[in-house]
């Protein structure tokens, strides 16, 4: 399904490799200064693929944040909690992208030795996208660090449906690690899927969820769409269903753009598309369950699926044989919204432990609650990237996919 050679292709022992990575973390700003909340679980991932490459001299580029965002810092502290993870080796940063300080640096790492570079938006261009490939490779950041390596990597699958230099601009480009292994169950997912299949569709970007799941119907891959969160909202708008002035502002516009799609869509896939039954509300300080029916009467956010719903999903799920999860079905943040999300992760880990079945969650929040519920080694598989999983999902032309298949070396 995917065209691209991986690091196992070539011989990498004594070579000089960049390595574009996805460590960007969750920082408190709340301090004097920046630091990463906790154990950061992306610098975890790329443990195993800093392991595979300790005969290397390995330089790592990443990205922290978007300019003129709280959490757009410097990686020294990223760095600094690598560090911790592998007291072993030899971790070293420098506070410069591809000026002579960088420059200097990467000439002199010796084989086994980690070298991080400062935030690469900070070069503006990588805040760009780059439909001409050719057009990145002349930018000056791949035309300062190219000369330096043997080999570049790519492992940050969380970026790849991005178009920036970072991504995809070196004039060569081999799959890392985490990426073959995302790429294996992308197949999985996408190729010929085990059924019945049954998609989880929840949180925010409801536009690109919808369209995702309209595709998935319309190539006969998928059996069921549990609709949660703003999706479900944007469908049951368009279907004449009034879920209140508040959720409904949130998609007002996805929904005046393509109301009539979606109707025509309901219609169509209407006993496959299953929407929720009862929703969950904040009230006096606690929570309360209503019907769908009484969105529009009460006339406030509604949080997270109720007791019904999320039932009937997890007796949808328990008879599947995959299960894709792209987005939670709570704003599971917040404590008192935090139910339906923790029992749909319990429903997946049991659907792979009892039934067998292939049960993958795309990255960002359904991910990261897994995780804190305790379900994340219960799954099948999480993703690094929920964005780019849902352009694959969607049959997208994913930018790092094209640039494997143009840039074997």
């Not at 990223?78 to 000026?99: C, M, N, W």
């Not at 009230?283 to 719903?309: L, V, W």
Request: charged share 30%; with cysteine; glycine share 8%.
């Amino acid at each position: 399904m995917y065209d691209y050679k991986s690091y196992k292709d070539v011989d990498l022992k004594g070579k000089k490799v960049l390595i574009r990575v996805d460590i960007n973390s969750n920082i408190d700003t709340s301090g004097e200064k920046p630091k990463i909340r906790g154990e950061s679980p992306r610098i975890k991932l790329i443990i195993p693929t800093l392991n595979e490459l300790k005969d290397s001299a390995v330089v790592l580029i990443a990205h922290q944040g978007r300019p003129g965002g709280k959490d757009f810092t410097s990686l020294d502290i990223h760095a600094e909690q690598l560090r911790s993870f592998i007291p072993d080796r030899t971790v070293k940063y420098v506070e410069d992208i591809f000026g002579e300080t960088a420059i200097d640096a990467i000439k002199q790492l010796k084989p086994g030795e980690i070298l991080i570079l400062d935030n690469v938006r900070k070069f503006d261009l990588d805040n760009k996208s780059f439909k001409d490939f050719k057009e990145a490779q002349q930018t000056k950041l791949v035309q300062k660090l190219a000369p330096l390596f043997d080999y570049f990597i790519n492992d940050a699958f969380g970026a790849a449906h991005r178009a920036q230099p970072s991504i995809i601009g070196w004039p060569t480009l081999l799959a890392g690690p985490l990426i073959v292994k995302e790429f294996e169950y992308m197949a999985k997912i996408i190729e010929k899927p085990e059924k019945p299949v049954a998609m989880l569709i929840g949180g925010a970007k409801a536009i690109g969820k919808y369209k995702a799941m309209k595709y998935n119907f319309e190539n006969d891959r998928l059996d069921y769409a549990l609709c949660s969160g703003l999706t479900a909202i944007l469908i049951m708008e368009a279907i004449g269903m009034n879920m209140g002035s508040k959720n409904k502002d949130i998609i007002s516009k996805d929904l005046e753009a393509n109301r009539d799609d979606i109707i025509a869509t309901y219609k169509k896939f209407k006993d496959k598309i299953i929407l929720p039954k009862d929703l969950v509300i904040k009230e006096n300080g606690g929570i309360k369950s209503i019907s769908t029916e009484e969105a529009g009467k009460y006339n406030t956010i509604t949080g997270d699926i109720g007791p019904e719903t999320v039932k009937e999903f997890s007796d949808i799920i328990m008879k599947c044989k995959t299960i894709i999860a792209n987005g939670p079905p709570g704003i599971f943040e917040d404590e008192v919204f935090r139910d339906g999300t923790k029992a749909i992760a319990k429903a997946m880990a049991e659907a792979s432990e009892q039934n067998n079945a292939l049960t993958v969650i795309g990255g960002g929040e359904m991910g990261l609650a897994a995780e804190m519920f305790g379900y994340g080694d219960k799954v099948s598989f999480i993703s690094t990237g929920g964005g780019a999983m849902l352009e694959l999902l969607s049959g997208k032309e994913v930018p790092l996919v094209k640039a494997f298949r143009e840039k074997k070396p």
